[in-house]
């Protein structure tokens, strides 16, 4: 069966130190891969797009990779700070991309502790 | 830029009550979602139009959901009737074009509790 998982349902780490969050899939082959950030109350927002040709895109604090072959991405802030608590959800398109229907992990809740 | 606009923000019903979510999207944007969040979980999509065209709606249960968005603009998504389960957190979302490499923006959401 298709499914998407997020290592964990919550991560909790020291201000300054580099959070990491895992995203995998099984049974898609996804085109483009997208992070989204969601805190209580609100929608979700868009944080950083991959296709799968690229290895690592990057965006200030924001890094992400994408490896087809293990089925992963990895979302990374570094130097991260208190006001990056919220929970991180990824996303994932079903196949070829052409269309614009996404598939979402459950999320992982970041605690970032001063 | 104004963002995606949904109303109204909370509904408490009881159950086999009809309700209705209303959702204005970007302007310009074509593509206009419709998800359901239940607590927890990630988004699920309900359904997705292109302009006025629905064109996947194979997660609406449609015997109870419906959708519409007349003009290619706003959009309503109704339940009726609602049952217990049907309380989560309902989501617009819309995009520029169809491509899953366009942004999704979101709006606030619709929390609605059926009693």
């Known amino acids: 069966s298709q499914k998407i998982e997020q290592n964990s349902e919550a991560l909790n780490i020291q201000e300054g130190k580099t959070a990491t969050l895992t995203c995998n899939y099984t049974?898609?082959?996804?085109?483009?891969l997208q992070w989204y950030r969601q805190d209580p109350g609100r929608g979700p927002v868009f944080l950083l797009l991959?296709?799968?040709?690229?290895k690592e895109k990057r965006k200030e604090r924001l890094k992400v990779t994408f490896d087809t072959t293990l089925k992963q991405s990895l979302f990374h802030i570094t130097a991260s700070q208190p006001a990056d608590s919220a929970t991180y959800l990824c996303?994932?398109?079903?196949?070829?991309?052409?269309?614009?229907?996404?598939?979402f992990g459950k999320g992982t809740k970041l605690s970032v502790k001063p | 830029e104004a963002g995606v606009v949904q109303s109204p923000r909370y509904k408490i019903i009881e159950k086999k009550q009809p309700v209705a979510f209303w959702c204005n999207p970007i302007?310009?944007?074509?593509?206009l979602y419709w998800y359901l969040q239940n607590l927890g979980q990630g988004p699920e999509l309900l359904i997705r139009y292109e302009n006025e065209e629905a064109v996947d709606d194979s997660q609406l249960p449609k015997d109870r959901f419906s959708a519409e968005r007349l003009k290619g603009v706003d959009s309503t998504l109704k339940i009726q009737p609602a049952e217990l389960g049907d309380s989560a957190v309902y989501l617009c979302?819309?995009?520029?074009?169809?491509?899953?490499?366009?942004?999704?923006?979101f709006g606030p959401g619709t929390r609605l509790t059926v009693l």
């Open positions: 049974n898609y082959s996804p085109a483009y």
């Open positions: 991959i296709r799968e040709n690229e």
């Open positions: 979302a819309s995009s520029k074009g169809q491509g899953a490499y366009n942004e999704q923006f």
């Open positions: 302007s310009g944007h074509n593509t």
């Open positions: 996303a994932l398109d079903r196949g070829g991309g052409s269309q614009g229907n996404l598939i």
